[in-house]
C-alpha cells in the first residue's frame, strides 16, 4: 500500500462547477499537508499549505485536512478552464521527508 | 529572479551512455532536490541536499550520483544509462525551516 493515495483521473467538469480534489494516506505521523499545481510540461508550483488539521481559505480553493480520517481535500469553487492541470497532495513528517501523491488530472471545459 | 534552472530540457541517450543534469537556484535556499516523475508513480525523491557540502540518498538513488558543487548548483549524473532511467527529471530549493519546495521545468530524459 503506499503512504499517499490520490486518483489519477482524469476529471472532467464544466467551468463553474465545484471541484473536489482528494488524497487518503496512511501514516498518522504526517502534519504537513500542500497541494500543488502542475500544468502540462511545466514544473509543480505550490498552491495550498496547511499544518495538522483544519481548513484554510486562499480565493477559490479551500484546503481541508482531516487527520482522523487521515483524508486531505482541496476544493476549487466556480471552476475555470485555466485550472486545468494535475493537482498533486503532498505531505511531510518532518523537513525533508516529502511525499506525494500521483497526482489528479482536472479538465475544466469551456 | 529566474527561480530554480534546470538543463538541459530535453536529453535523448543510448543505453550505457553518461551525462549529467544541471541545476541552479538563485533564491539562497540551503536545501536542494532531485526528483523524478513517472506515470503512475508520483514524484519520488532521488537525492537531497540539506546544505552545501552534504547529501542524502532519497526513496530511489540507484544508478544516480549528485554533487553539491556549491549552494547554488546541485547536479545529477547517470553513469551509465539504462531505459529504466526514462523520465523527467524535477529540481527542487527549499529555504531552511520552510515546507515549501520551488520547482524548476523539468528535465525530460529518454534512453533507447
Known amino acids: 500500500q503506499k503512504e499517499v493515495e490520490q486518483d489519477p483521473g482524469p476529471l472532467s467538469v464544466p467551468e463553474g462547477a465545484i471541484v473536489s480534489l482528494n488524497c487518503t494516506y496512511s501514516?498518522?505521523?504526517?502534519?504537513?499537508f500542500m497541494w500543488y499545481r502542475q500544468y502540462s510540461r511545466k514544473g509543480p508550483e505550490l498552491l495550498m499549505y496547511?499544518?495538522?488539521?483544519g481548513n484554510k481559505e486562499d480565493g477559490r480553493f479551500t484546503a481541508q485536512v482531516d487527520k482522523s480520517s487521515k483524508y486531505i481535500s482541496l476544493f476549487i469553487r466556480d471552476s475555470q478552464p485555466s485550472d486545468s492541470a494535475t493537482y498533486l497532495c503532498?505531505?511531510?513528517?518532518?523537513?525533508?521527508?516529502?511525499?506525494f501523491g500521483t497526482g489528479t488530472r482536472l479538465l475544466v471545459s469551456p | 529572479n529566474a527561480g530554480v534552472t534546470q538543463t538541459p530540457k530535453f536529453q535523448v541517450l543510448k543505453t550505457g551512455q553518461s551525462m549529467t543534469l544541471q541545476c541552479a537556484q538563485d533564491m539562497n535556499h540551503n536545501s536542494m532536490y532531485w526528483y523524478r516523475q513517472d506515470p503512475g508513480m508520483g514524484l519520488r525523491l532521488i537525492y537531497y541536499?540539506?546544505?552545501?557540502?552534504?547529501?542524502d540518498k532519497g526513496e530511489v538513488p540507484n544508478g544516480y550520483n549528485v554533487s553539491r558543487l556549491n549552494k547554488r548548483e546541485f547536479s545529477l549524473r547517470l553513469e551509465s544509462a539504462a531505459p529504466s532511467q526514462t523520465s523527467v527529471y524535477f529540481c527542487a530549493s527549499q529555504v531552511s525551516g520552510a515546507n515549501v519546495l520551488t520547482f524548476g521545468a523539468g528535465s525530460r530524459l529518454t534512453v533507447l
Open positions: 541536499s540539506a546544505s552545501e557540502g552534504t547529501t
Open positions: 501514516n498518522s505521523a504526517f502534519q504537513y
Open positions: 496547511t499544518y495538522s488539521s
Open positions: 503532498a505531505m511531510e513528517e518532518s523537513f525533508q521527508k516529502l511525499v
